[in-house]
């Protein structure tokens, strides 16, 4: 059983930056994918969204429209360690951010193992 620890989350003035981290423990932790996303405030959990998705095999990632030359995904093999690394951050960018590992594709409804989050939170 995967075991994923988010950290990282806080409060900070808009134009800041945050890197979280996304540390497993527990079993194969490095699957097909792997992904950091976010539940805006208000919204549901059902209601997460994408946020930047990385493919260890093969190096590929995706990154949501919205956060692309801002985020950047990157992992520690050794560590067992996923981070999202945030900058000039706007409000829009506020919610609970979970990491989660997939056998698949990196998408809401087939993560296989999600972390309980931690909170970010933007103010303008």
């Known amino acids: 059983q995967v075991r994923l620890v988010e950290s990282g989350g806080g409060s900070v003035e808009a134009g800041g930056s945050l890197k979280l981290s996304c540390s497993a423990s527990?079993?194969?932790?490095?699957?097909?994918?792997l992904g950091w996303f976010r539940q805006p405030p208000g919204k549901q959990r059902e209601g997460r969204e994408g946020?930047?998705?990385?493919?260890?095999?093969?190096?590929?990632?995706y990154y949501r429209d919205s956060v692309k030359g801002r985020f950047t995904i990157s992992e520690d093999n050794a560590k067992n360690t996923l981070y999202l690394e945030m900058h000039n951050l706007k409000p829009e960018d506020s919610g609970m951010y979970s990491c989660?590992?997939?056998?698949?594709?990196?998408?809401?409804?087939?993560?296989?193992?999600w972390g309980s989050g931690t909170l970010v939170n933007i103010s303008s």
């Open positions: 527990g079993g194969t932790y490095r699957r097909y994918c």
């Open positions: 989660g590992t997939s056998g698949g594709t990196c998408r809401v409804d087939s993560m296989d193992y």
């Open positions: 946020v930047a998705a990385l493919y260890p095999g093969d190096g590929t990632i």
